[in-house]
């Protein structure tokens, strides 16, 4: 069966995902090759988009413009955290432990949403809290996701706490180690009995998404039970790269005619 030509809305909205992924403001070509339009005709979609303030033109490049930013403030961390809330419950109830999301923002990440079993009640699910990368597993899982030169803005917080930089126990080493295993690892930075470790989610080749992160007591993340926390982590945030690369994605325990389920 011939596959449909693409609608107008289609175009736009290729063009649009083609900027926000990127890794680097893409040219008016850059774009059109990417998206298999003809040159004039991205640039006359591209006009629209401009003018309507979803995408922003700077020079000879495109840039996410400011409706975009605002649904990623607002609207879209609502999403995200609907999407995600199944995969944090399945992930509590395997690990008996806290599961919470984070998203980045300016300089620290902050957690949307968490959830908690009861025998962990005494530990804070900081939910609405800004989390320096120095001191927690989430941030650092998030910041060692970004490309070297996207970091600085998160390093300011541990310098001005006077945490190290360099060295062995240094925030550089602990950010190498979790770009290249995948995982990052808190234990007791933040608060003493209390561990954490992360992963981010990244959907596409940009920058992450957000992190999910279990958290527990410190005495529970034993060296003979860390692979079975990290493949249990690795799982939750393979799902949840899933749901939100999946066209139509919404959120498995909500029906849009009844409302949640």
Same mark, same amino acid.
């Given at each position: 069966?011939?596959?449909?030509?693409?609608?107008?809305?289609?175009?736009?909205?290729?063009?649009?995902?083609?900027?926000?992924?990127? *890794?680097?403001?893409?040219?008016?070509?850059?774009?059109?090759?990417?998206?298999?339009?003809?040159?004039?005709?991205?640039?006359?979609?591209?006009?629209?988009?401009?003018?309507?303030?979803?995408? =922003?033109?700077?020079?000879?490049?495109?840039?996410?413009?400011?409706?975009?930013?605002?649904?990623?403030?607002?609207?879209? &961390?609502?999403?995200?955290?609907?999407?995600?809330? *199944?995969?944090?419950?399945?992930?509590?109830?395997?690990?008996?432990?806290?599961?919470?999301?984070?998203? =980045?923002?300016?300089?620290?990440?902050?957690?949307?949403?968490?959830?908690?079993?009861?025998?962990?009640?005494?530990?804070?699910?900081?939910?609405?809290?800004?989390?320096?990368?120095?001191?927690?597993?989430?941030? =650092? $899982?998030?910041?060692?996701?970004?490309? *070297?030169?996207?970091?600085? *803005?998160?390093?300011?917080?541990?310098?001005?706490? !006077?945490?190290?930089?360099?060295?062995?126990?240094?925030?550089?080493?602990?950010?190498? &180690?979790?770009?290249?295993?995948?995982?990052?690892?808190?234990?007791?930075?933040?608060?003493?009995?209390? $561990?954490?470790?992360? &992963?981010?989610?990244?959907?596409?080749?940009?920058?992450?998404?957000?992190?999910?992160?279990?958290? !527990?007591?410190? $005495?529970?993340?034993?060296?003979?039970?860390?692979?079975?926390?990290?493949?249990?982590?690795?799982?939750?945030?393979?799902?949840?790269?899933?749901?939100?690369? $999946?066209? !139509?994605?919404?959120?498995?325990?909500?029906?849009?005619?009844?409302?949640?389920?």
């Amino acid at each position: 069966m011939p596959e449909a030509p693409r609608t107008a809305v289609d175009k736009a909205l290729d063009l649009v995902e083609a900027v926000a992924r990127s *890794p680097h403001p893409p040219r008016l070509t850059d774009l059109a090759e990417e998206v298999g339009l003809h040159r004039a005709t991205a640039y006359r979609v591209l006009l629209d988009l401009v003018r309507r303030g979803w995408v =922003l033109r700077a020079g000879d490049r495109y840039l996410p413009g400011t409706a975009v930013l605002q649904l990623s403030s607002s609207a879209a &961390r609502n999403s995200l955290t609907a999407i995600a809330r *199944p995969v944090l419950t399945e992930l509590s109830a395997r690990t008996g432990m806290m599961a919470n999301l984070q998203v =980045l923002e300016d300089d620290r990440s902050r957690v949307i949403d968490a959830v908690r079993p009861e025998r962990l009640a005494m530990i804070s699910d900081l939910i609405g809290e800004g989390l320096p990368v120095h001191r927690f597993a989430g941030p =650092l $899982a998030l910041v060692a996701a970004l490309a *070297p030169a996207a970091r600085f *803005p998160y390093l300011r917080p541990a310098e001005a706490a !006077g945490h190290p930089l360099e060295g062995p126990e240094g925030l550089l080493a602990d950010l190498e &180690r979790a770009e290249r295993t995948g995982f990052a690892e808190e234990h007791g930075r933040n608060e003493q009995p209390v $561990a954490s470790l992360a &992963r981010a989610v990244s959907p596409t080749s940009g920058a992450p998404v957000c992190a999910v992160t279990v958290v !527990g007591l410190d $005495a529970e993340f034993t060296p003979s039970r860390l692979p079975d926390l990290r493949e249990h982590l690795r799982e939750a945030t393979d799902a949840l790269r899933r749901l939100l690369t $999946a066209p !139509g994605t919404s959120s498995p325990s909500a029906d849009p005619a009844n409302g949640p389920v």
